[in-house]
């Protein structure tokens, strides 16, 4: 049983941190989260002396209203400033809307995963080429892998995306303006045509992410990567990093429609460069790049 002592205790630490700590700290708004989440709790189960079957049930009472507020937030952050791009695009600004869209993305990413106070801890940024192209490879625990790399890893980015997400409104046309390319994996002849756009992104110095084992795992573990997916890097013949992340699973774990607090580690390995991987083929290159993510798990 909780006591009015641990409450207190409890209520306290909120207070010293947020007063401590700078105003808009991304760590110090996860914790925070976090305690005011454990106080709420603690209050309910001090209040009416609650059995370990409603403290769980309690727990998943605020699994529910954080999948609810990250979802509000979610469409807020993409409607708000929809018509400021709309506005640019028909001015022709297609660099500043494009900058827009990066800058709305970082924050939507940055503060969504605040919300549900999750830590992301990432390891590696100076592997991270500062100019040019970058093909991220990273493996696919989450469908919260997505606002991790765009809020943690560096680089404005966009993503190779399965082609139903193109319908989706408002979400589909940030995708567009962030430089996200659309496959329809039924479709050969559509395939090939996005995958030459894509490397001619990549030639132009705009980086892309690719999950290249094509669904989120089930269990964290590392499935086969798609054959030929990084053929795109050789086409552009431009660095390959690999990103391994880390616990991201445990945030909303496939098939569950509930979002939950996790620790997520994410690890940006030393690019790969091409010129250095003569002699081997697609394969070969996928296999390394999958050994490099797997050892990092």
Known sequence: ?????NVTSKLMAVGILISINK???????????????????????????????????LEKESNVLKTISWFAYLWWSLLKPRFELM??????KTLERDACAHSIARKWAQTGLVLNGSSIQ????????????????????????????????????????????????????????VGCIFINRGDPR?????????????KAGHSLVIFPEGTRSADGTVGPFKAGGLKLAMKARVPIVPVTI?????????????????QVKVIISPPLILDE??????????????NIIISNL
């Open 277 to 290: 991987l003569d002699g081997m083929d697609s394969n070969q290159i996928s296999e390394k790049v999958r």
């Open 122 to 177: 990432v390891n590696g940024i100076e592997n991270v080429p500062k100019a040019g192209g970058v093909l991220f490879v990273a493996n696919h625990q989450s469908n919260f892998d997505i606002p991790i790399m765009i809020g943690h890893v560096p680089r404005d980015k966009g993503f190779i995306a399965k082609m139903e997400l193109a319908k989706v409104p408002a979400f589909s046309r940030w995708m567009k303006y």
């Open 190 to 202: 559509q395939s090939l045509t996005a995958i030459n756009d894509a490397a001619e992104q990549l």
């Open 1 to 5: 049983m909780m006591s009015a002592c």
């Open 23 to 57: 105003p808009g700290s991304a760590d110090t708004s996860s914790n925070t989260v976090k305690l005011c989440i454990f106080v709420w709790l603690d209050l309910r189960i001090a209040n009416r002396n609650l059995s370990l079957n409603r403290y769980i049930l």
């Open 87 to 92: 506005k640019l695009n028909r001015q022709g």
């Open 246 to 262: 880390s616990g991201s699973k445990n945030i909303m774990p496939k098939g569950s429609s509930l979002i939950r607090s996790a």
